[in-house]
């Protein structure tokens, strides 16, 4: 056979659609799962999308668009960025993409250039697919530690410490995915003040859980005075609106969504015709659905948070955002002669029939910082209720 590509062969993944089908598969032989596993709203679209969509096939909107999206959506984007944030875009500034995940890929190839030795932060524990696209591109991947002891934030000492003159890109996610952990608009001006000596550095602000803030503000990063310019602002429709499967996500740079859009002729062509109509319905239309989502989202934050902190062995902050609870089990580990987050996911889910993902499936672990596993609170509070209940038996019976 011929061979495959050093680069495609050492592609990563994300690990939740791996633990995914292994829970499934556990589920189609007959095992009754408690799942935290999966990252996406477990509610329906909101019906005033879906009718959008239905109205927008019937009106014959069944062709390609173009690169950069529909007018209507990149005007919607751009109204729904100065409302949320206070910032002044056009909309020839947007460009629309299926879903937020290919501007990763995208970002890294307007800003870096294969072999070039262009460095990139990002932060880990984070969102695999960052270090992925990196390494794939050619880049040189930097990883910015995320701590407990900065409640999952970085230390601004560290990041100084890492940035030089050949950095090219700084990715940032807030509300953070695997650790819930908003950043400040106090923290985000000091990261902003740091960048004006690195006028090379690009950054990348990861916003895709921007409407999921539990307590406090949202704030962007590209808000900051002269820092829309060089910030790329991703959002998407995935997590706001339950609308995962329909793929609608949006970046929004000036310089570089000519660039973009021209990546989108070279890719997709365009974003789903339909998906985009159903997109300026979710920005402009009612929005008491997705606040009913956010209500209950809190309701399950609290529930899951006050009872992960009952568990012997376990401790846990309260995320600010996003659906992610990022327990510390080293003291659980220790107990039950368990070593690695890994390997207690594996006994929870054979043992306890309850599904998570551990630590290292979002970046090499920092040293120092103990085990940690993921539960994402997108699931019913009954199955919360349930699933710490097999947690707290199985604890009994494994610390013997
Ligand atoms: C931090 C982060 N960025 C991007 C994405 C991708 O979102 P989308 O479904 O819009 O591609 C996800 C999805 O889980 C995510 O957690």
């Known amino acids: 056979m011929p061979s495959v590509s050093h680069r495609t062969q050492n592609l990563g993944t994300e690990h939740a659609f791996v633990v995914l089908a292994e829970v499934n598969k556990l589920i189609a032989e007959g095992r009754d799962i408690r799942s935290f596993a999966i990252g996406q709203p477990d509610f329906v679209t909101p019906g005033n999308i879906i009718e959008a969509a239905k109205r927008a096939m019937d009106a014959g909107h069944t062709g390609y668009t173009a ?15 100065l409302r949320s944030r206070d910032i002044g875009y056009d909309a020839e500034d947007i460009t629309v993409a299926n879903g937020a995940k290919p501007f990763i890929l995208y970002t890294l190839m307007a800003v870096t250039d294969h072999g070039a030795g262009h460095e990139v932060l990002y932060p880990t524990p984070g969102f695999p697919i960052y ?3 990196i390494i794939a591109c050619g880049a040189v991947p930097v990883p910015l530690p995320l701590v407990e002891r900065e409640a999952f934030g970085f230390d601004l000492e560290v990041l100084k410490a890492k940035l030089n003159p050949r950095t090219r890109l700084l990715m940032l996610n807030s509300p953070h995915n695997p650790t819930g952990r908003t950043l400040t608009r106090e923290e985000l001006a000091a990261v902003a003040d740091v960048l004006r000596d690195y006028p090379e550095c690009w950054v990348f602000s990861d916003e895709v859980y921007s409407a999921m803030v539990h307590d406090g503000a949202f704030a962007s990063i590209a808000s900051l005075p002269g820092m829309a310019e060089r910030t790329v602002l991703l959002d998407g429709a995935s997590k706001s609106y339950a609308m995962t499967g329909w793929r609608l996500g949006y970046a929004a740079n000036r310089a570089l969504a000519p660039y973009f859009s021209s990546w989108m002729t070279n890719t997709d062509s365009c974003a789903g015709s339909i998906t985009q109509w159903a997109g300026v319905e979710a920005l402009t239309g009612p929005q008491e659905e997705h606040l009913r989502m956010m209500e209950s989202f809190t309701r399950r934050r609290n529930l899951i948070c006050e009872g992960l902190n009952t568990l ?8 600010g955002g996003a659906f992610y609870v990022w ?6 580990c220790a107990m039950t002669g368990v070593d690695s987050g890994e390997a207690l996911r594996k006994r929870w889910l054979y043992e306890a029939n309850v599904a998570v993902l551990a630590d290292s499936q979002f970046g ?15 699931t019913s509070e009954e199955n919360i209720e349930q699933g710490l209940e097999r947690l707290r038996k199985w604890i009994r019976e494994a610390k013997g």
């Open 67 to 81: 690169s950069a999206g529909i007018p209507e959506l990149r005007r919607a984007v751009a109204d729904y960025l």
């Open 131 to 133: 270090e992925s696209q």
């Open 312 to 319: 012997e062995g376990l401790h846990t902050l309260r995320p």
């Open 327 to 332: 327990p510390n089990v080293s003291e659980l």
């Open 364 to 378: 090499t672990p920092v040293p120092g910082e103990g085990h940690h596993v993921r539960f994402s609170y997108a």
